[in-house]
């Protein structure tokens, strides 16, 4: 059983910056995969980046290319979001989860991903 507790949200002005945090605990190891989702109202969750624990192998999607960037720290168990430039669209709830498949390169499906985190809300002003 995979715990994950998000936390870094909160609001910002347009052009601002957030990161946030995907604390893992229970049953990790690095053979996973931790992604990055995110959903606006009444809209569906959508993947915004994936990395690959043991080899680093990330994939992002287009919309947050050169303004996200993920990266983790084996010795606390966590994964980080650094989220610069962020625009009034980037607003939403943010979800961490674990893919615990083998896998070469992170899945953009959140469908395949086992376990998830509470959410953290993010609110981006014009």
């Known amino acids: 059983q995979v715990q994950l507790v998000e936390s870094g949200g909160g609001l910002v002005q347009a052009g601002g910056s957030l990161r946030l945090s995907c604390a893992a605990s229970?049953?990790?190891?690095?053979?996973?995969?931790v992604g990055w989702f995110r959903q606006a109202p009444g809209k569906e969750r959508e993947f915004v980046v994936g990395?690959?624990?043991?080899?680093?192998?990330?994939i992002y999607a287009d919309s947050v290319k050169g303004r996200f960037t993920i990266s983790r720290d084996n010795a606390k168990s966590t994964v980080y979001l650094q989220m610069n430039n962020l625009k009034p669209e980037d607003t939403a709830v943010y979800y961490c989860?674990?893919?615990?498949?083998?896998?070469?390169?992170?899945?953009?499906?959140?469908?395949?991903?086992?376990?998830w985190g509470q959410g953290t809300q993010v609110t981006v002003s014009s």
């Open positions: 229970g049953g990790t190891g690095s053979y996973y995969t």
């Open positions: 989860a674990v893919d615990l498949r083998f896998a070469l390169v992170p899945s953009t499906r959140n469908h395949e991903y086992d376990y």
């Open positions: 990395i690959r624990w043991n080899s680093g192998v990330t």
